[in-house]
């Protein structure tokens, strides 16, 4: 299996000021591999649906390359829930209803056709859970990248630290970076970090693009992309990390120019997936209009001489 | 003259996590002056001192290269006064009192030999006032930029419309487009404001870097230079517009690779002055240091073959 994702596949409620969406699909394994799905197959997908999860979006997963041996479907029990209300900055959200439900049997196991993946992206789970999947991929995967979230920062400490010494790439945001280093300055917060094992940390800031930080203490900076509108931020993260390990996937190597590219592409897939609903965009984009606005992205951002683009 | 620039000289007590210091100088004409004559000389201020604003401070700014012929001492009030505590984010900052003192006496006329300016940076201040010193120089400059804020959004909207309609460049935070454009998305806020007379628009966006936006279309995205710490926020708007026209009325021509290129030296300048309190990294910071940050911030924004840097 080239690339094996694990993360959650749900049911989600999204209320923005510009409309309301009920029970769509999301999750972060569905946006991961749906992203990750426009670079390289197939993509083994490690999670659990309940029994309302529309099996149309399996077939669609299946139809792109998803390998979906490692998808449980659980015979009594909903998805995972989440429903939601964003601001009107769009960047900011509040939890309305979190419902656990077929998430807590979460398969521990995976495939035995993903046991030798040789690229692994673990979405925001538990980190202990995590740790487990991980352990199953021998000789140990290429490149790994995982994710994760505040409440695993404030609720699992130990082990979160314990996974994230054993990555490859640490995808998290801002305010996750400053919690997890216990500092402010995120130059600061990128040494800390990638002194505890990672090579590579990028710190995501929504609308204000990403950092990439090297644990040889290099620095890039990437622009999001600047949209008319953003219509639903849920799943921009997922998009981006999905993206990035689908074109390293394709790509056969890691190294600091490859990640740079890869970083862009994860940047122009998650700005067409918050100008929709759900993951609508991420079923509709042609590879055309990625490199067209990759194009505008890169000319917007190299401000000195810019170069002939490839 | 060169340069003319307009705005207050003032003293600051700013409150920071790491410290405070009380009475320094400070005020938006300090800052601009200070960081223009980094690139240009005579830069002539528009301004009003009290009786406590330190002569030193006049005579470090005309050993600089300052022309204090269109600053007016008043002889019996204080200087305009600002307190103000930054928060722990160093981003966000509540203002504890203002004294207006002498501002109310600001010059309403500007010395005759200011009055062939080739280019005019109008601080933040009354629209009124910045009209009237506006319309003092004649024939027009050949570049206006222009700084405002919340409090003339607010109070002063016709007049503050008036004086947008007739700069080159309109430079203000992402807050005060919002509010200026009355929408979130700062694509639609910079058409809307693009179409009310200025040929660029400057968004700032403290540690998120800056936006470029020009009357044609064209969008540039400039990162903030990443800091270990930032140690005072205070001013460095004004040092990014001061080192940007002065920048600009070295060069003597304004298009759109220029102002880039001012726009980069505007964030290096400001990258400095926050990285101590007040104006002090003005008075130290060499064009050797200038020079080598600016090639790092060049190298980490352009992250896709790199080009040989001038």
């Not at 995967?141 to 695993?152: G, Y």
């Not at 054993?166 to 801002?174: E, F, K, P, R, T």
């Not at 998009?239 to 190597?253: E, I, N, R």
């Not at 592409?265 to 991420?282: M, T, Y």
Request: glycine share 6%; charged share 25%; with cysteine.
């Amino acid at each position: 299996m080239r690339l094996v994702v694990a993360g959650t596949m749900a049911l989600d409620t999204i209320e923005t000021p510009f409309g309301r969406a009920e029970a769509i699909v999301g999750g972060a394994a569905t946006y991961i591999a749906l992203a990750a799905l426009h670079y390289v197959k197939p993509v083994g997908i490690v999670s659990i649906v309940g029994t309302d999860f529309p099996s149309e979006m399996l077939q669609h997963l299946a139809e792109r390359g998803a390998d979906l041996q490692g998808v449980v479907r659980h015979l009594s029990r909903p998805s995972f829930f989440w429903a939601g209300r964003y601001h009107a900055d769009m960047q900011t959200r509040d939890t309305l209803e979190t419902r656990l439900n077929v998430l807590e049997e979460f398969p521990e196991t995976i495939p035995p056709a993903y046991q030798q993946a040789d690229f692994l992206l673990l979405g925001n789970l538990d980190p202990r859970l995590q740790r487990r999947i991980y352990a199953q991929i021998q000789p140990r995967p290429r490149v790994v990248l995982m994710d994760t979230m505040n409440f695993w920062i404030e609720r699992r400490r130990p082990e979160l630290e314990a996974m994230i010494s054993q990555v490859d790439i640490l995808s998290i945001n801002d305010e996750e970076a400053r919690q997890l280093a216990g500092d402010y300055s995120l130059r600061r917060c990128a040494r800390s970090i990638l002194a505890r094992g990672p090579k590579y940390l990028l710190i995501k800031k929504g609308e204000n693009g990403a950092l990439l930080f090297s644990r040889e203490g290099e620095t890039y900076f990437f622009p999001a992309y600047p949209l008319e509108e953003v219509f639903d931020p849920t799943g921009a993260g997922d998009t981006f990390a999905g993206a990035l390990m689908g074109y390293l996937a394709a790509q056969d190597t890691l190294n600091l120019e490859v990640l740079k590219e890869a970083v862009v592409q994860g940047i122009v897939l998650a700005s067409f997936c918050v100008e929709r609903f759900g993951v609508e965009a991420l079923l509709t984009v042609s590879p055309e209009e990625i490199a067209e606005r990759r194009r505008a992205l890169i000319q917007m951002s190299h401000f000195i001489q810019v170069p002939a683009l490839p």
